[in-house]
């Protein structure tokens, strides 16, 4: 949990980064001067990532703390075999599942209604947007949880294989809270940002499409030029006039 924590603070700033970048780019064609719409809007995206990172830390624990009583504090947290393990190890396995059950629900509640009043406020500030803003949430929620599953999931898959396959039943475990848990939870979220991703880019693909117009080939010119004389009709209103004079 303490590695989550650690990994969750550069994926903040990070964020508070980019999407101060994206804020300034969004600015185009008006002074450099953030308005403090801007600004909001900036710390709303920003907020609301927090709450998905701090959700995402109660989640690990919640899990923990299931599997931990599910399938006993030794497979989570690690420590020798049963019938060598002491009395004083098994209650600190206890409290430790204790304070993960507790840290979930804090941090996972937290998370959440952190996030839905600043999703709240983004939606009633600026309904439907797709502006380089989102796009900047989105592609730090993507790489951020794409780097932490990256990190966590093949050391936590190789952690699993190497307690079934290669360390003896009677010596020390590795736990499966301190890696497989937080990948497969970073897991599930990348996924998520990543379809929000993509399905924001291909909309903006759209859109721009729709925006210039199907393209063909350009007009032909138009050849027909000023008449140079009098038009027909000037022409018979003269002949006519003329027949008039020789008649009379």
């Known amino acids: ?23 300034l780019v969004q600015q185009r064609g008006q002074p450099v001067e953030l308005s403090t719409s801007a600004l909001f809007r900036t710390y709303l995206y920003l907020a609301s990532l927090a709450g998905v990172v701090a959700f995402a830390i109660g989640l690990v624990a919640l899990l923990n703390a299931g599997l931990a009583s599910a399938g006993g504090g030794q497979l989570v947290y690690g420590g020798p ?13 206890e409290r430790r599942r204790g304070e993960d059950a507790l840290r979930g629900l804090t941090f996972g509640t937290f998370g959440v209604l952190f996030w839905l009043v600043h999703w709240l406020a983004r939606d009633r500030l600026s309904p439907g947007d797709q502006g380089a803003l989102r796009r900047a949430y989105l592609f730090v929620g993507t790489a951020g949880f794409g780097v932490a599953t990256l990190v966590f999931l093949p050391n936590g898959v190789y952690q699993a294989l190497s307690n079934w396959l290669i360390v003896p039943a009677s010596s020390f475990r590795q736990g499966l809270g301190d890696s497989l848990i937080p990948g497969i939870v970073a897991l599930a979220i990348w996924l998520l940002f990543f379809r929000l991703a993509a399905g924001g880019a291909r909309g903006n693909d759209r859109r721009r499409a729709f925006r210039g117009g199907p393209s063909g080939p350009p007009p032909e010119p138009n050849m027909v030029g000023a008449s140079i004389g009098p038009g027909p009709s000037s022409r018979s209103a003269g002949a006519e006039a003329a027949t008039g004079r020789e008649e009379g």
Not at 2 to 12: E, K, R, Y
Not at 13 to 19: E, G, N, P
Not at 81 to 93: G, T, Y
């Open 1 to 23: 949990m303490t590695t989550l924590l650690a990994a969750a603070v550069p994926l903040i700033v990070i964020a508070f980064v980019v999407l101060l970048v994206a804020a």
């Open 81 to 93: 075999p049963d019938e060598s393990r002491p009395l004083a190890f098994a209650s600190q396995l």
